[in-house]
């Protein structure tokens, strides 16, 4: 605890959020190890959601607009639009940005980043600060947050000054707990199986079992042999080798196989429940068992609507909030196009668009600008003409 920190918690001005920040400080280390972002990614379901997720996330167009009575248009102008669409900070494009954070949102609950403001109160840029090197603190009824940077120095900032984007709340109202956190013995699970397979291929799945000697061997003989046996047919690179029994040495197989153990089906099941536990459809992440044709365009469509929704939304929201001055919310909002990822397949965008122009509702320039198509002078006229 810093000398700032303990001053603060004597007087009581200070109370640490409950949980505190990282989680992976007070988790068991379980057999195969502590479940914690880094080992949790070495299971390639995790691995594939926390991508398919970051990387959406990242590379839909985030775009500042300015109201404009009943309509809208892009704010070009507003110092916020390059931070979110195009560069963040120096040496971050808003791609890699957005994708860092939203990573460490599924990874470990939170993610943090300093804001930067001009002069005149506008957001400049914003510089991530890694969740395992910061501290939220309680003042009273504010928050405050406490970082330590790579060189050691602690810097304290209020609220104002940090875009804090937490995954679902936990007991205190203030962290957010992650996937991870909250179901690690999925992921302990997964992680077991993954080893099981490499010591079973490591160990070799062939000639597992006893050797059987007539009489009887003294401790130092066991030894001698079972390390001659190890060095000539454990492993992988020996797997199938043809062993050589003398003196009456009977060998006797035991190991089961991988069948007999269920080791693939239980993969399988864990590839099920990690997607369940990321509420991601298991297409989207190469699972294709129960995946055809017909519905991964539905597939497609649930990964928007009930994947991603919560994450857009939660964006959106905290960039109102904590990056808009309260006169700017008035004037300006921050949206995702998500119409790209909704279209689906070339027919039933045609047929989307033909209904739209029909019913009037739509463009055909706007089908156009949609599909990135150039512009056709005149072809609104000419439609309108047409249908007359």
Known sequence: MSIIQRI????????????????????????SGPVNATTAQGVSAVYACVSAISETVASLPLILFKRAGE???????????????????????????REWMQAAVLLRGNAYAKIIRRNDGQVSELLPMSPDRVTV?????????????????????????????RHRLGDDGVLGVSPIAAAKGVIQLAISEHQHGINTFDNSTRLGGILKIPGKLNQEQKTNLAAS?????????????????????????ISMTLEDADWIAARQFSVT????????PPTVIGDLTYGNYSNSVEMARQF??????????????????????????????????????????????????????AAGWMLPSEARRLENLPTIEGIDHANSTQAA
Not at 10 to 20: C, F, I, P, S, V
Not at 238 to 244: D, E, F
Not at 273 to 280: D, G, I, P, T, W
Not at 312 to 324: D, G, H, R, T, Y
């Open 304 to 357: 928007v609507t009930m994947t991603l929704r919560r994450h857009l939304v939660a964006w959106e929201q905290a960039i109102s909030k904590q990056l808009l001055t309260p006169a700017g919310r008035v004037m300006y909002f921050a949206e995702h196009q998500v119409e790209g990822l909704l279209r689906g397949d070339s027919v039933n965008r045609a047929d989307y668009y033909t209904k739209g122009i």
């Open 8 to 31: 603060a918690t004597r007087l009581g001005y200070e109370q640490r959020a409950a949980g505190g920040d990282p989680y992976w400080s007070n988790f068991a280390s379980l057999q």
């Open 229 to 253: 046996w190890s060095t000539q047919h454990g492993g992988g690179t020996n797997a199938g080798k043809t062993a050589i029994l003398e003196s009456g040495v009977e060998f006797q197989p």
């Open 137 to 165: 603190l309680r003042v009273g009824d504010k928050l405050g947050y406490e970082y330590t940077d790579y060189s050691g120095q602690v810097s304290r900032l209020l609220s104002s000054e940090v875009l804090h984007l």
């Open 273 to 280: 429940e990690v997607a369940r536990l990321f509420r991601c």
């Open 71 to 97: 309509d809208r248009q892009r704010a070009t102008d507003h110092p916020l639009y390059a931070v979110l669409h195009d560069q963040a900070n120096e040496q971050q494009t808003a791609l890699e940005f």
